[in-house]
């Protein structure tokens, strides 16, 4: 299965933006990019996803290599409540109709105030 | 309010016993996920379900058993737990592949 390379973690100020990086060198054409966060003591929530085109939404911005073997994920202004562990993972084929997410252990993310 | 529901919230289970983790979604979403997070390895899969009727296995589906005879359902059994199976649980769904998944609360099992 293709794999994803995250830091382990990761600090940032509040109000200033956020690059998470991810590697996923062995990605494959029809792999979905998926990012979700996990607050402590609660179950992970989505962020975003993308196949090869950037994407935005009202949480973050997802920006993916022209070779699809890494993406950044950017929150413009960090808040304290983004303080999370946040997980790259490949939507997967695999084979037929299977799909299935697959995570790794993502980084944790510590906003100061 | 639609979302995603497990049950029980936790349990504490005697090693050799049978448990039934439940979860239910009221959205009509196609794909069902189990996975069990550890401290230091993250959340892992156990088995998955695209459709009704149908199940996969994930990275860590020893111990465990699931079925989905109908969309809404997708229970994960542990026949026999033993405490290595201690872990926080959680069920998610999505309508079809490449869409949003949505996380039930958790489930935290001790096995003793």
């Known amino acids: 299965d293709a794999k994803t390379t995250q830091p382990n973690s990761m600090e940032s100020n509040e109000e200033e933006p956020v690059h998470l990086p991810c590697n996923h060198s062995t990605i494959s054409g029809t792999d979905y990019i998926h990012w979700y966060r996990q607050l402590p003591s609660q179950g992970p929530e989505y962020v975003i996803h993308g196949l090869t085109s950037n994407v935005n939404n009202r949480m973050a911005s997802l920006a993916i290599a022209e070779d699809r073997k890494s993406s950044t994920l950017i929150l413009h202004r960090a808040t304290l409540r983004d303080a999370a562990v946040y997980y790259c993972?490949?939507?997967?084929?695999?084979?037929?109709?299977?799909?299935?997410?697959?995570f790794g252990k993502g980084t944790l993310l510590t906003v100061n105030p | 309010i639609a979302g995603i529901t497990q049950a029980p919230t936790s349990q504490i289970l005697a090693a050799g016993r049978r448990m039934t983790l439940r979860c239910t979604q009221d959205m009509r979403h196609n794909a069902m996920y189990w996975y069990r997070q550890d401290l230091g390895l993250g959340l892992r899969l156990i088995h998955y379900?695209?459709?009704?009727?149908?199940?996969g296995k994930g990275e860590v589906p020893d111990g465990y058993s699931v079925s989905r005879a109908n969309t809404d359902d997708f229970p994960l059994t542990l026949a026999s737990a033993v405490p290595s199976q201690t872990s926080v649980y959680f069920c998610?769904?999505?309508?079809?592949?490449?869409?949003?998944?949505?996380f039930g609360q958790g489930t935290r099992l001790t096995v003793v």
């Open positions: 993972i490949l939507g997967k084929n695999s084979g037929g109709s299977n799909y299935k997410l697959t």
């Open positions: 998610a769904s999505s309508a079809t592949r490449n869409t949003e998944a949505f």
């Open positions: 379900s695209n459709t009704a009727g149908t199940t």
